[in-house]
């Protein structure tokens, strides 16, 4: 089956350590998106990629970075991570949104982050 | 400032009877809107849209509503059947030139056998 696959399913990190979250896909999709999940909270978009473009959003801290090195996978890098970046990271992908018809957002099952 | 909004975090109904759920949304430059299902240690998983332009969308057991008016939509699951016990996400969009989906907090669904 087609889908998103995001590793490791759990990540602990002590503070001020930089982590990566991994995010792979095998829908082709051209679009991939990072959310920040904290409990009880709405997902947050943090930032996108539209093919190998960039898209940050206005208040995403410069401790969240992004690489996308094909179209398949999409890393998620925290430079110095605090207590309060402990949260569930979901990656999420979605075909040409640009084409005029609606394409949902499909999900991973997500990254459960710890901060020690 | 929380555009979209699920006043009901939890909601428990007998099985075979009509899950309710609602969300408000704030923005009215909102044109989609979509519902998303999550089990525990799962990701959201897409379940049904609607455009602005409609008012109703139906997808066998799911069918979703949509007042502009009162900037107001709400799921329908009927009948309710133990498997749809999940945390049930209402999120929204604007469509074109703006991927960036907007969710609720969320609706814990459990479905009473």
């Known amino acids: 089956d087609a889908m998103v696959i995001q590793n490791p399913r759990y990540q602990v990190t002590q503070f001020g350590k930089p982590v990566t979250l991994s995010c792979s896909q095998t829908?082709?999709?051209?679009?991939m998106y990072w959310y920040q999940q904290k409990s009880s909270q709405a997902p947050k978009l943090l930032f996108h990629?539209?093919?190998?473009?960039?898209?940050n959003e206005a208040d995403t801290p410069d401790n969240f970075q992004s690489r996308r090195p094909n179209t398949s996978f999409c890393f998620l890098d925290i430079r110095s991570p605090g207590l309060g970046d402990a949260a569930m990271y979901l990656c999420?992908?979605?075909?040409?949104?640009?084409?005029?018809?609606?394409?949902?957002?499909?999900f991973g099952d997500g990254t459960r982050l710890s901060i020690l | 400032d929380q555009q979209v909004k699920q006043n009901s975090p939890s909601l428990s109904v007998q099985e075979g009877r009509i899950s309710i759920l609602n969300c408000d949304y704030t923005?009215?430059?909102?044109?989609?809107f979509l519902w998303y299902k999550k089990y525990p240690a799962e990701g959201p998983t897409f379940l049904i849209s609607?455009?602005?332009?409609?008012d109703k969308n139906e997808d066998g057991r799911f069918t979703v509503f949509l007042n502009k008016s009162a900037k107001h939509l709400s799921l329908h699951i009927v009948p309710s059947q133990p498997g749809d016990s999940a945390v049930y996400f209402c999120?929204?969009?604007?469509?074109?030139?703006?991927?960036?989906?907007?969710f609720g907090t969320g609706t814990r669904l459990t479905i009473i056998p």
């Open positions: 999420a992908t979605s075909r040409d949104f640009r084409t005029g018809v609606f394409q949902p957002q499909h």
């Open positions: 990629y539209y093919d190998k473009d960039f898209n």
């Open positions: 829908l082709n999709h051209n679009v």
């Open positions: 923005n009215s430059m909102f044109d989609y």
């Open positions: 609607i455009s602005s332009i409609k």
């Open positions: 999120a929204a969009t604007l469509f074109f030139g703006n991927e960036k989906l907007t």
